[in-house]
């Protein structure tokens, strides 16, 4: 006996974790057995229990068939609703075309200003084309652009604010309501030219946006007739007025005329036929409105 006890403090003192354990396996120091284990299974505590799927169960549901499945469904199902919805925009707002009309330069920008200012010297009013598609607006002066008309309307309502306060007029429903009449009156302006050139019939390369680049050309004239009937009265808004409708009205005809005119009526022939009568007067008329417009949404701003 005594040899067995000496042999067995030896194994204990080589394998000191024995102590702890009982001789079925189980832990001396654990008051109650677990039960919640199946019978033939031993209670292994929380050792490496589950490590394989409970330790990361986004692997079991990304390894299931079915969820790649579903995620490739709703990837395809975004790709196809992200074309619709530009599909479209595009359809409606043309973004791609929109970059076109405001790919201009510093240099562009003062020569087109001389020319809406100016335009009895310029001779050529023919839109240079590359490959079948009109160049770039930096490229070529006669091209339309939405830069000057966008500015131009933006410094309307700054120059209309200003004037409307030297006046002691100046409260913020009254610029608001400056604002919103000039981009109403746009907008119609714009509505009826589209529908005459539907009703005469007119086969053109104008666009809607070719024609609010044109309508919206306006707004430098009328910059220039309010600021100068702030710094000389009401004479110098007349003359001013006066000059730049007259400008506007030959830039207008020698523009449109190439639009909506026949080849032979651009180059200066004699038109004939109901229908190309019925484009020359389009086209004056279409002219003849920016000076109304002009002096109607300016007269009322200097006194």
Known sequence: MDMDYTATQSVFRQHPEMRNTSMDGTDPSQLFDDTSAAPGVQPTGFQGQGVGTMGHPGRTLLSDPMSNLAMAYGSSLASQGKDLVDKNLDRFLPISKLKYYFAVDTVYVGKKLGLLVFPYMHQNWEVSYQQDTPVAPRFDINAPDLYIPAMGFITYILVAGLALGTQNRFTPEILGMQAS???VWLIMEVL???LSLYLVTVNTDLTTIDLVAFS???YV???????????FGRTGYYLTLLWCCISIFVFMIRTLRLKLLSEAA????????ARNQLRMYLTMSIAAAQPIFM?????????
Do not use: C, E, F, N
Not at 295 to 303: A, N
């Open 181 to 183: 009449s000039a981009l």
């Open 295 to 303: 002096y109607w949404l300016t007269y009322h701003l200097v006194r």
């Open 216 to 218: 919206g050309y306006k």
């Open 266 to 273: 651009a180059q200066g022939v004699l038109v004939h036929g």
């Open 221 to 231: 004239g009328m910059i220039v007739g309010v600021v100068a009937g702030l710094l």
């Open 192 to 194: 009826v030219v589209l």
